[in-house]
């Protein structure tokens, strides 16, 4: 069998070797340490159910809206060029730096009561803060940049030659937008989408600080997790493992999508 030139020295592998063990040692770890005997019982009760069904529902709701006005924002940012394009894309990318809790506040005094948008809309009758909504916020806040970055990353490297053919054709722009681009960058835009759900699933800080940790409603498995870890160890390890497993089904299902699509 002929083998394929890597063109990489030897020593390179060794720290690649020490960084997957780096990673994949705790998970290992972590799985030492679950009581299989207790497992079912730690992970079916009422709020261990209840926080994943939210993290599910809400982590979906927040990928939905990242695309929503993720797509655009990479359109433009790799499309088009205009004075302040730069410090746009810097502000956009904060939310990967910034510590969650800091995004958590910062929404809360833009969307609570007292907040920047918060007076008019509880004026309207509409409470965001420490409710489903406000976790579907902050999920999207912290995973949006994943999309954008993703997706623009993407379409620079496909290039306009495509949508130049097409649009001399006398294709509409939204036809082409359609017809060729998306299609063109489908995998890096699931690429983006699932580390977004997956960015969404394991938010905890902006959550917590902005949506709170009311069970059923604003509790999702992160906080779960947590509260547990204080009262109940093998029941926070166990539900650690389960968040583990659905993010690992997750990227998985998706990077087998994306070899299709190629």
Known sequence: ??????????????????????????????????????????????????????????????????????????????????????????????????????GGIALLYTFGRRGLLGESLDLLGIRIAFSTTAVVLAQTFVALPFLVVSLEGTLRA??????????????????????????????GLLSGAVLSFA???????????????????TRTLPLEIYLQRETDADAAVALSLVLVVVAVLVVALAQGRGRQWV
């Open 199 to 217: 960015r969404a699933l394991g938010e905890f800080g902006a959550t917590l600080t902005f949506a709170g940790s009311l069970q059923g409603v």
């Open 1 to 102: 069998m002929t083998r394929t030139y890597s063109g990489l020295p030897r020593w390179v592998f060794v720290p690649a070797l020490l960084g997957a063990v780096f990673v994949v040692l705790p998970l290992v770890a972590m799985t030492t340490r679950v009581d299989w005997s207790q497992f079912g019982a730690l992970v079916t009760s009422d709020s261990s159910v209840a926080a994943l069904e939210l993290s599910l529902r809400t982590s979906a709701a927040s990928t939905a809206l990242c695309l929503v006005l993720g797509i655009p924002l990479a359109l433009v940012l790799a499309r088009t060029s205009f004075r302040g394009q730069r410090a746009l894309r810097s502000l956009l990318l904060l939310p990967l730096v910034l510590p969650p809790v800091v």
């Open 158 to 187: 496909v290039g306009q030659r495509y949508e130049v053919v097409a649009a001399t054709l006398g294709a509409r722009p939204t036809t082409v937008l359609t017809r060729v681009t998306v299609p063109l960058v489908l995998p």
